[in-house]
């Protein structure tokens, strides 16, 4: 059966043929059939785990098909490795970045790019180095061009995620590459660098390239693409142009059911004691050059049980370094030192005052941790789902005698558990490398809520998670604060933030710069604070 772009337009950029790859018993792309029309944009959108990512890892070479053949330009393509797909104008930006985390962004731009060579006319062999300088200035021109500004001298490890990705996406451009993969290029972006992005994504299309993207994100696949070609359960279930789609459209044909996408969440109303208090918080930066700056201004917050207390922010803005103070506050506040940057103030947890507390003393108390990078912080990758689920949580009472593990409760508990999320594949014994990434996130989400804890830190615990999934997760999350729990939500979603927030903290420079109730601010004026538009004094608590 012809495919839709085939019938209306043989200029093809990609063409996959009754592709089929297996990882053991689980196929995950099954005789799938599609293909992209040069010069589009083309969303591919499925649950978790449906199998988009492996097809993307497949044109890009980084795994070879079992079965079927793809079509790049019009001609058969059996890739040895990504570097003959880079040869033929595929670049590809994964879902978790693969940046070397020591070397600066410039040297990660320009790493194994042989076109940029300095060559050493009098030598008697030939010795090539490679032009830094020019290098760097044509990078500067790709990023001023595209907006994506990054210090180009700083170590990627010490980059917030979202500055991690604008590499990823300049190194593709720097390499010209004419095939764009994108897999969830906008999880970490806010609203207005989602529509930059696109807007520049529209520019390279405008100038004949094809950009495929993997994404989640059903408004952006709407406003921003040509084409959508639906992923379930590793086969491809249609084909449909984004001028003839609706939302809930798509969300059934990826699910086979209706979803609900905008859920009314009541406003929480019993309130509990504060479960997170910070007062004066101040947190000077001694690590960068920027002395001057405060990483966190005289921060003032409290989050009692029983509520949600969104904070909304354009990444960088002090979030990250929030949540580690909030969990780390011993490295912050004890005696200075030249790793860490010196915080003041008062920080109580649980209604404990912890900042001089020892590391040992924070485990013993219970907080669950939805962690934004969820490969550094969530999980160990060459370990079975079933020792994620119990990591750090082995010494509670139900999972041992003494010192011996309980190992039929911990199974029969996780069997239940991936059961309850919806986890696949259903394999407990699978290492968490092996699921895709919202499925890992679920993994991460059943083990902190299992703690039973009274405080929870979710940072964009629905990242990279289907449609399917986030209503369920909500729903999850929903039910743990009417339970009592207090939730402190960091999410550049602002659909999370306005879905699941009872109160919004909007934090700009380090500083909580406005408070709302979910119910008296709309999108444009939280979008405007988010940015440091606010000119009116913060609303109070
Ligand atoms: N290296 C691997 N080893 C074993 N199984 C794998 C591997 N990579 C993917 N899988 C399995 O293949 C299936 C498809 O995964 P894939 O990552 O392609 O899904 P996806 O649609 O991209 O999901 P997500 O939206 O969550 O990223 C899943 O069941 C996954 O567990």
Redesign the pocket.
């Known amino acids: 059966m012809k495919t839709l772009n085939q019938l209306e337009d043989t200029s093809l950029a990609i063409e996959f043929r009754k592709v089929t790859k297996s990882?053991?018993s689980?196929v995950?792309?099954d005789q799938i059939s599609f293909s992209v029309k040069k010069g589009s944009i083309q969303a591919l959108v499925?649950?978790?785990?449906?199998?988009?990512?492996?097809?993307m890892?497949i044109l890009f070479g980084l795994y070879k098909e079992d079965e079927g053949e793809i079509l790049v330009n019009g001609k058969p393509q059996h890739w040895a490795s990504p570097r003959d797909a880079i040869k033929n104008g595929i670049g590809m930006v994964h879902?978790h970045f693969m940046l070397a985390e020591t070397a600066t962004g410039l040297d990660n731009i320009i790493l194994g790019d042989e076109e940029h060579t300095l060559k050493i006319p009098f030598l008697p062999v030939p010795f090539n180095i490679i032009d830094r300088r020019k290098a760097r200035k044509e990078i500067q021109a790709i990023a001023n061009k595209y907006g994506l500004n990054v210090p180009l001298n700083v170590k990627v490890s010490k980059l917030p995620v979202g500055m991690q990705q604008r590499i990823e996406i300049l190194k593709l451009l720097y390499r010209n590459a004419d095939i764009l993969i994108l897999?969830?290029p906008t999880a970490v972006l806010t609203p207005i660098e989602v529509d930059e992005l696109f807007e520049n994504l529209k520019k390279l299309k405008n100038e004949g390239k094809t950009i495929i993207i993997?994404t989640?994100k059903l408004r952006e696949v709407l406003n921003f693409t040509d084409n959508i070609v639906v992923?379930r359960t590793?086969k491809v279930v249609g084909e449909i142009k984004t001028a003839e789609a609706t939302e809930e459209k798509i969300a059934s044909m990826m699910v086979g059911r209706n979803v609900n996408l905008r859920p009314e969440i009541p406003i929480a109303s019993n309130l509990n004691k504060p479960v997170l208090e910070l007062k004066n918080v101040t947190l000077k930066d001694y690590l960068t050059k920027d002395s001057k700056r405060n990483l966190l201004n005289n921060l003032s917050m409290r989050v009692r049980g029983g509520e949600i207390v969104g904070i909304a922010g354009v990444e960088g803005n002090g979030q990250s370094e929030l949540l580690d103070l909030i969990f780390h506050p011993q490295n912050y506040f004890g005696k200075k030192t030249s790793s860490h940057s010196h915080a003041t103030g008062d920080i109580n947890l649980l209604g404990k005052a912890v900042k001089h507390k020892k590391s040992s003393e924070m485990l013993d108390l219970i907080v669950g941790f939805i962690p934004e990078d969820r490969h550094k912080n969530g999980l160990l990758l060459n370990m079975s789902a079933e020792e994620n689920y119990i990591l750090g949580r082995h010494w509670e009472k139900k999972f041992r005698y003494g010192f011996l593990q309980k190992i039929k409760e911990i199974q029969k508990t996780v069997k239940s558990e991936m059961e309850k999320y919806d986890v696949?594949?259903r394999n407990s014994k699978?290492n968490a490398?092996?699921?895709?990434?919202?499925?890992q996130q679920k993994i991460i989400i059943a083990r902190e809520f299992g703690k039973e804890p009274e405080f929870i830190v979710a940072a964009n615990p629905t990242r990279?998670?289907?449609i399917g999934a986030i209503e369920y997760i909500h729903k999850q999350i929903v039910a743990e604060r009417d339970k009592g729990v207090g939730i402190l939500l960091v999410s550049s979603e602002l659909d999370e933030i306005f879905t699941l927030s009872d109160r919004i903290l909007v934090m700009y420079g380090g500083e909580i710069v406005a408070e709302y109730k979910r119910n008296e601010v709309d999108e444009h004026a939280l979008g405007l604070a988010m940015c440091g538009g606010l000119s009116e004094g913060r609303k109070t608590q």
């Open positions: 990882f053991g689980i995950a792309n499925g649950e978790n785990g449906a199998g988009k990512s492996t097809a890892k879902q897999d969830e993997v989640h992923f590793g696949r594949p699978l490398s092996g699921f895709s990434g919202g499925n990279g998670v289907d």
